[in-house]
């Protein structure tokens, strides 16, 4: 047999060629020094690109002497702000694992994904601190992470005192330059959470490749450039917001304004305020914005880009978009966070002529509609929407199972069943995946039948997804309770409101006498959605 030598080079040849997470501050500082890279609007904190780049050194080098080692991963809990901008690179540069978790959930919902993120460290803005304090406890009473785990807070306050938090502000001024760590780009640098069709949350494992080949696809084919003036809104946990616009923004040189609070007023006030030309938002929230009293053509008329996404965007909101702002050029941004996460993108020119496609495949994206033997189908005929990219992400922490049936065949299968029409646009038609999704927010069916069934007066329940007229869908459960035993629709939601993110619980309940089942027992939810698909406000809860 042939021996091996290795290339003495090759470290060098690695240090060179490297293109990861952590070089993105560091090359735009080069490019745009004294540029604003962000501005946080309820602060009024401001970061030219040079800055930034020092304050990511000077975090990655604290967290190093705060123990944190490559591969280690420190978990987020904050909603935005302008710290938000530095620690995805930061703890990158350091080696580490960024995991932003839902700032909405409960501590309860924070406990799961600490238990299954096993964090080194836990950074947490002062209002969630005591949600973040009784998420850990709850972790460490069940043994899924030591008492050792770090506690940062972000300007941290009487919470952080009373439960003894750091300050990361200790972090951003350190003087010494962080230990040298070699990041390959198939390096896991962040962890996404999502929810499947499982009760437990899943962790999405995201790769330097991964993350800069899908900035590439959506810089590139969002038509996004250093001139913007971006305005971040939708929050930051999300992969959507993070990595399909604040990151590509800190890539290219353009400058993001932060916005802590996403109400119509504060938007439109800091669209004037900077000079903003830019925004993404879900379709509920565009739909918010123009039935807003504040609304005014003349007051967004420097708006120049908008994006959706996360949910379809209906037609007659898409013609009153172009009525109303005439100078706004619109994108659909189609995908999911195992895509890091954009994968097709309908540009402006075909929304009116495409209404409610998804649009081509991205720039690095093939796109196909498969049939249950991973086989294309016909152009015309509904089968599961997949993906093949170097978007793709590295599979599911401590899932295996999970992780061989996403990459089954040789595709990314994301769950979704649409098709391909003949003018090679793509359609979503619906989820394989039992989820609801609540404004771009995707819920679990599972998950929320799990918290109901702790209920002792519950025999059986089913949770659908319902038409909504403000988030696209809402949840609904209907329940059949236990013989001889009461239970209203306000002891349900009483009960779920104590242990999940107020999204997830249901809006409406309606107390049945069954189910309806096959011939083996399996809830066909397919009729219950036929039966109360059109529940009205008289079952609002």
């Not at 990655?60 to 530095?86: E, F, H, I, K, M």
């Not at 069916?445 to 007229?469: F, K, N, T, W």
């Amino acid at each position: 047999m042939a021996q091996v030598t290795l290339d003495p080079t090759a470290a060098a040849w690695r240090a060179t060629a490297s293109h990861t997470l952590s070089d993105i501050p560091r090359r735009s500082a080069g490019r745009h020094p004294d540029k604003l890279a962000v501005i946080d609007d309820a602060t009024g904190a401001q970061v030219t690109f040079r800055e930034l780049d020092r304050l990511v050194d000077a975090a990655a080098a604290a967290a190093q002497r705060a123990g944190v080692r490559p591969g280690d991963v420190v978990a987020l809990l904050s909603r935005n702000c302008w710290q938000l901008a530095v620690l995805p690179f930061a703890t990158a540069r350091a080696g580490a694992i960024l995991a932003p978790i839902n700032f909405l959930l409960s501590a309860e919902e924070v406990a799961a994904a600490i238990a299954l993120a096993k964090p080194r460290a836990l950074i947490v803005e002062e209002h969630l601190i005591d949600v973040a304090q009784a998420a850990l406890d709850l972790a460490e009473a069940q043994g899924a992470v030591g008492a050792g785990t770090l506690r940062v807070g972000i300007v941290p306050g009487q919470r952080a005192a009373r439960h003894g938090w750091g300050d990361l502000g200790e972090w951003f001024a350190e003087k010494r330059a962080p230990e040298p760590v070699t990041l390959a780009d198939t390096d896991v640098v962040r962890l996404m959470f999502t929810s499947g069709t499982e009760a437990r949350p899943k962790a999405v494992r995201l790769t330097s490749r991964s993350l800069m080949w899908q900035y590439m696809s959506t810089t590139v084919s969002g038509s996004m450039a250093p001139t913007d003036v971006d305005l971040h809104f939708m929050p930051l946990y999300h992969c959507a917001q993070l990595d399909v616009f604040l990151i590509p923004d800190i890539y290219l040189g353009a400058t993001s304004v932060i916005l802590a609070s996403a109400g119509p007023a504060r938007i439109f006030g800091a669209i004037e305020r900077h000079g903003v030309d830019k925004m993404f938002a879900t379709p509920s929230k565009w739909i918010e914005l123009l039935r807003s009293p504040a609304f005014s053509s003349e007051r967004l008329a420097g708006l120049r880009k908008g994006y959706y996404g996360a949910a379809a965007m209906p037609v007659p909101v898409l013609r009153e978009l172009a009525e109303r702002l005439p100078g706004l050029r619109l994108w659909n941004f189609y995908g999911q966070t195992e895509m890091s996460p954009a994968a097709s993108i309908l540009p402006p020119e075909d929304q009116l002529v495409y209404p409610g496609s998804a649009g081509q495949p991205a720039l690095n994206v093939e796109m196909a509609i498969l049939d249950p033997r991973d086989r294309p189908m016909p152009t015309g005929q509904v089968g599961e929407i997949a993906f093949r990219s170097p978007h793709a992400c590295a599979g599911y922490l401590d899932d295996p199972e999970g992780t061989a049936e996403l990459f089954r065949g040789g595709w990314l299968h994301t769950g979704d069943q649409g098709y391909r029409s003949e003018s090679g646009r793509y359609y979503f038609v619906d989820r394989v995946k039992d989820t609801v999704n609540v404004g771009g927010e995707k819920v679990a069916s599972r998950e929320v039948e799990e918290v109901v069934y702790r209920l002792e007066a519950v025999q059986e329940v089913a949770v659908i997804g319902v038409p909504d007229a403000r988030f696209g869908q809402a949840v609904a459960a209907v329940v059949v309770p236990r013989q001889g035993v009461a239970l209203t629709c306000q002891d349900v939601v009483r009960h779920t409101r104590a242990h999940l993110a107020a999204f997830k619980c249901p809006k409406h309940v309606v107390v049945v006498d069954t189910l309806p089942k096959n011939a083996s027992g399996k809830i066909l939810k397919r009729e219950l959605r036929q039966q109360w698909g059109t529940l009205g406000a008289e079952t609002a809860v």
